[in-house]
């Protein structure tokens, strides 16, 4: 099970919610109501919360507790939400630049360069989430086209705006499941049908 959310979308009080006591009203946040959801269930499966979105201290400073060993996030209202040990927490940043010391530390910073692990593991597991018809297909076109162009864009093509090989990759992925939406690949001759797909979306 897993919950994924951009922090930055949000204000502080849509992300933790707030207590208006003069009011006598109480407000839930998006990421109270994935934790309180992820804390009371009873599965024994892993639970992941995936937050991608730049960390500062306008809403990370908050999760400090979350991360220490008191492992649990008290709400306005004084209720207490328990982390338990099959529940994690991923930060998805481009950087750490507005990051405090305090939350670096509590977690572990893991920094993934794209020129190690490169697009291949994202197009493999594209792929598997096809039918078995569409993944030969896939694996056969991407085998055969996608070096050579990548190789090809990367030493002959120059971008006004900087582009990843990886976001270049997705893109191509996202057109050709806009593509197999609309129509079944059987009705399709991969090389005159897909093929163009892969070739045209990359700049040239």
């Not at 991407?142 to 070096?147: E, G, I, R, S």
Request: net charge neutral.
């Amino acid at each position: 099970m897993y919950k994924q959310l951009n922090p930055k979308a949000f204000h502080t009080t849509q992300l933790f919610g707030y207590a208006d006591r003069q009011a006598g009203t109480v407000q839930d946040g998006v990421l109270t109501l994935i934790l309180r959801h992820f804390s009371s269930s009873h599965k024994e499966d892993q639970k992941w919360l995936v937050l991608d979105g730049t960390v500062d201290s306008d809403w990370a400073e908050s999760l400090n507790s979350v991360m220490d060993d008191s492992r649990g996030l008290t709400l306005a209202t004084n209720e207490r939400i328990s982390i338990t040990n099959n529940m994690k927490m991923i930060f998805e940043v481009g950087d750490l630049s507005h990051a405090t010391p305090g939350t670096v530390s509590r977690a572990a910073a893991l920094y993934i360069n794209e020129s190690d692990i490169g697009y291949q593991p994202f197009v493999t597991s594209w792929i598997r989430k096809h039918s078995e018809t569409e993944q030969l297909v896939l694996s056969t076109l991407f085998n055969k086209y996608l070096p050579l162009i990548v190789n090809r864009v990367k030493t002959n093509v120059y971008n006004v705006i900087t582009l990843s090989v990886f976001n270049m990759v997705r893109t191509v992925c996202w057109i050709i499941d806009g593509l197999l939406s609309q129509t079944n690949l059987d009705k399709l001759s991969p090389e005159r049908h897909v093929r163009p797909f892969i070739l045209l979306s990359f700049p040239h």
